[in-house]
């Protein structure tokens, strides 16, 4: 069965860092493009970043140059480095596989991330 389990979040103040992991069960990242998505309530999972399998990266706009997308196929992970956090960071982070451009495994349970003072 394939699990995809984000660790890492917490409560930082505005400024802060954090660093997510995400770590694949049941088959490999090797392959895939990877992605970390956040969402705010309600609304939509918002893409953050992307990395392609032979490891170029992309970001949203607003967290460009703040957050850096990595990769380890041989650890089946996938970590987001976040820098320089801002409260509008809030949210919670779920990472997944992209396959055809969209989201390719079932969500995992994420990782809330609180930025505040």
């Known amino acids: 069965q394939v699990q995809l389990v984000e660790s890492g979040g917490g409560l930082v103040q505005p400024g802060g860092s954090l660093r997510l992991s995400c770590v694949l069960s049941?088959?490999?990242?090797?392959?895939?493009?990877a992605a970390w998505y956040r969402q705010v309530g309600g609304k939509q999972r918002d893409l953050v970043a992307f990395i392609t399998s032979p490891g170029t990266a992309n970001y949203a706009d607003s967290v460009k140059g703040r957050f850096t997308i990595s990769r380890d196929n041989a650890e089946n992970t996938v970590y987001l480095q976040m820098n320089n956090l801002k409260p509008d960071d809030t949210a919670v982070y779920y990472c997944n596989r992209v396959r055809g451009g969209v989201p390719y495994d079932n969500w995992g349970q994420g990782t809330r991330v609180t930025v505040s003072s």
């Open positions: 049941g088959d490999v990242f090797t392959g895939y493009p």
